[in-house]
């Protein structure tokens, strides 16, 4: 076979939308919605630049280079390429991101019924992580599993949730908070920002090119093709949610005004609005949507470390299950603290690779531009890593200077003014 039916690209389509739908996904947008109040569609347009644009882009380059991280990277050398992978994966995979899907989807669908002690949480992740190994096993067949038959539930669940958002608000909208009264854009960009889905881009772009293959499509130009499908009707099944995630936050002020996150807003719009069954609701959506990115999470990590180390997928899938299960009995509270300086560290040097990648076609000899723009990169990328750990004193104050740094964003002008310097040089040198 060397084509999709349609019913197959549906369900790559709708694959790749569960594999990005995480908790995190659910709980940014109505929190960010309650903030901004009136100024709700400047702050959801920010946020879908950041929390589906830069995805979907991402998913592009990865496709125009097959799939893999290993090509994207190729211009930076085989050894800063493979450790800057290495990082995302398990960054990405086992050491957080996985983990916290666990811990999330506990907390905001288990606990309510039955506490937060350590026991129901080891006993649940145990189980999480079992339907979780179960269909990691065979990549091949994630299409049929997720794609066709939990990712039409999970849809289902939103579909109530997003039309009682729509039809039957909690409230009229909201004031704007102090925050997003002057930049609402910028705030709402910031927040998507935070989603980290470019990072999760780069793990799951060669899960969707693997699951085209194992259909039978072996023409490269097919499955970018079929790859950039499947990432427009991913993008736009998100734009759909968040817009009705925005508008739930933005009219629930009346409700939950006292809320400090997402979780909490949403727990109290469901029971607000469908009762004890809202809770039910909540804990089947958020179960799903934790399940399925956690699958792509670790049959993306079992693709990559069994192509690039001697040991088997099988392998590596079982062992990040056995590693995930592990760190998810830490708790979320220290998760959290973990993780994200080190995601805010790998996250801009993410949107530059791809970014570079983009524009390929630009430079006459790509590791020119690839290498000095992407290690100025990395050296900002770590400042923002120890600025959130707290760490600031090991920043120079400079940096705090930059144009944007209030907003997480000083990297950008040096990244931009070394990128000139880097594409001129490249002119000047010719090809070789």
């Given at each position: 076979?060397?084509?999709?039916?349609?019913?197959?690209?549906?369900?790559?389509?709708?694959?790749?939308?569960?594999?990005?739908?995480?908790?995190?996904?659910?709980?940014f947008?109505?929190?960010?919605?309650?903030?901004?109040?009136?100024?709700?569609?400047?702050?959801?347009?920010?946020?879908?630049?950041?929390?589906?644009?830069?995805?979907?882009?991402?998913?592009?380059?990865?496709?125009?280079?097959?799939?893999?991280?290993?090509?994207?990277?190729?211009?930076?050398?085989?050894?800063?390429g493979?450790?800057?992978?290495?990082?995302?994966?398990?960054?990405?995979?086992?050491?957080?991101?996985?983990?916290?899907?666990?811990?999330?989807?506990?907390?905001?669908?288990?606990?309510?019924?039955?506490?937060?002690?350590?026991?129901?949480?080891?006993?649940?992740?145990?189980?999480?992580f079992?339907?979780?190994?179960?269909?990691?096993?065979?990549?091949?067949?994630?299409?049929?599993?997720?794609?066709?038959?939990?990712?039409?539930?999970?849809?289902?669940?939103l579909?109530v949730?997003?039309?009682?958002?729509?039809f039957?608000?909690?409230?009229?909208?909201?004031?704007?908070a102090?925050?997003?009264?002057?930049?609402?854009?910028?705030?709402?960009?910031?927040?998507?920002?935070?989603?980290?889905?470019?990072?999760?881009?780069?793990?799951?772009?060669?899960?969707i090119?693997?699951?085209?293959?194992?259909?039978?499509?072996?023409?490269?130009?097919?499955?970018?093709?079929?790859?950039?499908?499947?990432?427009?009707?991913?993008?736009?099944?998100?734009?759909?949610?968040?817009?009705?995630?925005?508008?739930?936050?933005?009219?629930?002020?009346?409700?939950?005004?006292?809320?400090?996150?997402?979780?909490?807003?949403?727990?109290?719009?469901?029971?607000?609005?469908?009762g004890?069954?809202?809770?039910l609701?909540?804990?089947l959506?958020?179960?799903?949507?934790?399940?399925?990115?956690a699958?792509?999470?670790?049959?993306?990590?079992?693709?990559?470390?069994?192509?690039q180390?001697?040991?088997?997928?099988r392998?590596?899938?079982?062992?990040?299950?056995?590693?995930?299960?592990?760190?998810?009995?830490?708790?979320?509270?220290?998760?959290?603290s973990?993780?994200?300086?080190?995601?805010v560290?790998?996250?801009?040097?993410?949107?530059?690779l791809?970014?570079?990648?983009?524009?390929?076609?630009?430079?006459?000899?790509?590791?020119?531009?690839?290498v000095?723009v992407?290690?100025?990169?990395l050296?900002?990328?770590?400042?923002?890593?120890?600025?959130?750990?707290?760490?600031v004193?090991l920043?120079?104050?400079?940096?705090?200077?930059?144009?944007?740094?209030?907003?997480?964003?000083?990297?950008?002008l040096?990244?931009?003014a070394?990128?000139?310097?880097?594409?001129?040089?490249?002119?000047?040198?010719?090809?070789?």
């Amino acid at each position: 076979m060397t084509r999709l039916k349609t019913a197959d690209v549906l369900g790559l389509g709708f694959m790749t939308f569960a594999l990005f739908l995480g908790a995190g996904n659910i709980i940014f947008p109505p929190s960010a919605g309650m903030a901004a109040g009136e100024a709700v569609w400047s702050a959801a347009l920010g946020f879908l630049l950041t929390g589906v644009g830069l995805p979907l882009l991402t998913v592009v380059a990865l496709a125009r280079v097959g799939g893999g991280m290993e090509q994207l990277t190729a211009p930076l050398g085989r050894s800063a390429g493979l450790l800057f992978a290495v990082l995302v994966y398990l960054a990405i995979g086992p050491l957080f991101a996985t983990p916290r899907t666990a811990v999330v989807s506990f907390e905001m669908g288990v606990a309510p019924f039955t506490g937060e002690g350590p026991l129901p949480l080891a006993i649940y992740s145990l189980g999480y992580f079992l339907a979780v190994l179960f269909l990691s096993l065979n990549p091949g067949r994630l299409l049929e599993r997720v794609g066709k038959l939990i990712t039409p539930v999970l849809i289902g669940g939103l579909l109530v949730l997003g039309g009682a958002a729509i039809f039957a608000p909690a409230g009229g909208v909201g004031v704007t908070a102090p925050e997003y009264r002057e930049a609402p854009l910028m705030q709402g960009f910031l927040q998507g920002y935070l989603t980290m889905d470019t990072l999760g881009a780069l793990v799951f772009g060669i899960v969707i090119a693997t699951a085209i293959r194992d259909r039978g499509v072996d023409k490269a130009h097919r499955v970018t093709r079929y790859s950039i499908i499947a990432a427009l009707i991913a993008g736009s099944g998100l734009a759909l949610v968040y817009l009705a995630l925005f508008r739930l936050g933005a009219t629930s002020q009346g409700i939950a005004g006292d809320a400090q996150n997402g979780v909490q807003i949403l727990t109290a719009y469901v029971q607000h609005t469908f009762g004890a069954l809202g809770s039910l609701l909540l804990a089947l959506v958020i179960g799903l949507a934790c399940l399925t990115t956690a699958v792509g999470l670790i049959a993306a990590c079992g693709e990559f470390f069994s192509s690039q180390f001697p040991v088997s997928y099988r392998s590596v899938v079982i062992l990040c299950s056995l590693f995930s299960l592990l760190v998810s009995n830490l708790g979320l509270t220290q998760l959290i603290s973990i993780s994200v300086p080190v995601l805010v560290g790998l996250y801009p040097l993410a949107i530059v690779l791809v970014a570079l990648s983009l524009v390929d076609g630009m430079w006459l000899q790509p590791s020119r531009v690839f290498v000095p723009v992407m290690a100025v990169t990395l050296v900002f990328g770590l400042c923002a890593g120890l600025a959130t750990a707290g760490l600031v004193d090991l920043v120079p104050d400079s940096l705090e200077a930059l144009p944007l740094a209030e907003h997480n964003l000083g990297w950008l002008l040096p990244v931009l003014a070394t990128l000139l310097l880097a594409a001129g040089y490249d002119r000047l040198r010719g090809v070789r």
